[in-house]
């Protein structure tokens, strides 16, 4: 028996990426003639069978949706998947769940593993190397032989497709003017270090509460950072030189950082720092004192975006066509500021 | 075309259980003839066709592993998942994961739809639903039919494959001793009303270790509870009258909310009440103060579970033979006290 070869395999053997055998095998121009035709050849003589998704969705419904989300440790990735069960289940679907690990590899072959018959459609939330790439091929391929995909949370532009988001720009602006209302004046947003969407739109909502309420824009106060040790010195510098009274993080372990520090030092949160989170994490709620938060609404996204899939499985089934375009809805889901004693 | 049904629907029609289909179709004498002939005759006259794993493992390797766990809003899952996702990528293998939502159906369900040829081999740990019932007859078709099964964690011992397992009464005894070294003399056991195995085996840890020190065993300190509600009563309480100086928690909710309760009744943690956690989790990290907790090691049972099955599966290739019986192993992986604020 000649052992089925994987895109993986190819891209080893050939010493060439993922990628360019992805593209390859999809004979795309963008890849030149002479790799493209090793590794047509190479994939012809292991038997390699590229998804023929059209054709597998017309002999049958497996009745199970395909999640791919970039990390599982993490709060927010967990209640979307509970949300998505939730609709799932309500209507009959099973949910089977994969991790990107934040690499374009990865989510490229969990991509093409789920594809093969295995699921009806996706709900995915894009790797932060695809979004840093701006490499999106493999989900316009399985989008355009048929199989509708729902985006959620890490979304692109490039991509016609269904989404669900939250406004992180209006999320951030209302958060930091609660701040601002408190009469805080020297705020610091405490962020991370990457390409994700998500952050630069948290960032544009901070600049803008500062600079519709005519306080100072001070470019030493946007702290980009990997890591809670790295938090834990620059807040506490920023502390002892008395340059913030309060911080704005983008998740809670640097929130939580944030409020170790002061204590350590002897200041008072929130008296002497206000702090506020953007999580839905459980940290928050049992940290003292606890954390107001920015809830990221993660099991509501999870039961729309399942509902939308299933919608257009539905409406695919209903009238037998299996390209519903041209009406594509991008839905933005409500956030709210949970007030709790870091700020109160 | 008609529409392949699945073993829910035609539990539904015939409003039996899933467990009852799926027993009719395997002929299982468990069921009544009646139920079983008709059973076999709704799945005849709709194509039913149910798993034939060993022709569908002769056919082909997937290389993706398929995981069931109870849920996902658990630090502890999370991190087995990223100990199972990082010695199965080194191999080479893909990583599947679906949810039980700790129910018996949705665990039979998920087994039927992944073992459809999707994967080689599953990785599981039973739902509570599954451990009340007793019902392990899926688990032990995979098995019959040639599919390795490894356990993790909520294992039983009715099923014959490989384990990986914490010695939880062992971990349980060392915490409660630890809290005894320290003087501590009324300690409560804070547990969850359950019938998941390794609650009744930490049950076990606790009053042994009571015991061997000469210390009184009072039923009215162990407090099986469901909810962080619950334990704020009934731990104000305790402390209000003076019955407890130290509580070991399953979880870090229950020992958070403990701390949170001395705290509020103006009492000092360690001083007043020490606490341990039995956890992997991050609240203990961040709270304040910091929490001892006894590590499950969710990260390394992760990756004993994948390397073997793994193992089992590369085994299997090479021998040809798909029940290499006769050898299961159960692996106990060691767990460590993490000594943090509160009990120092």
Redesign the interface.
Known sequence: ?K??V?L??IAKELDVSISTVSKSLRNSLEIGEDTRLKVQAFAKFYNYRPNNIALSL???????IGIIIPE??H?FF??V??GI?QVA?EN?Y??????S?DSFD?EV??ME??ANG?IDGFIISLSKETQFKGDYHHISEVIDQGMPVVMFDRVSNEILCDKVIIDDKLAAYEAVQSLIDKGRKKIALVTTVDYVSVGKLRTDGYTKALLDNGLPFNENLIIKIEDVDTCEIIIGKLLEDKAIDAVFAVNE?FA??SI?VA?KMGLNVPKDLAVIAFTDG??SK???PTITTVSQSGKKMGNRAAQMLIDRLEEEEKTGLEEVEENYRTEVIETHLIERESTN
């Open positions: 028996m052992r089925k994987t993986k395999q017309k002999n049958r419904k497996t009745k199970t599982i440790v709060y967990s209640t998947i509970n069960e289940n009959g099973s949910v089977i769940i994969t991790l690990d990865k072959l969990n593993m789920l295995s372990l939580v950082t170790k204590n459980i940290i049992y940290s003292t």
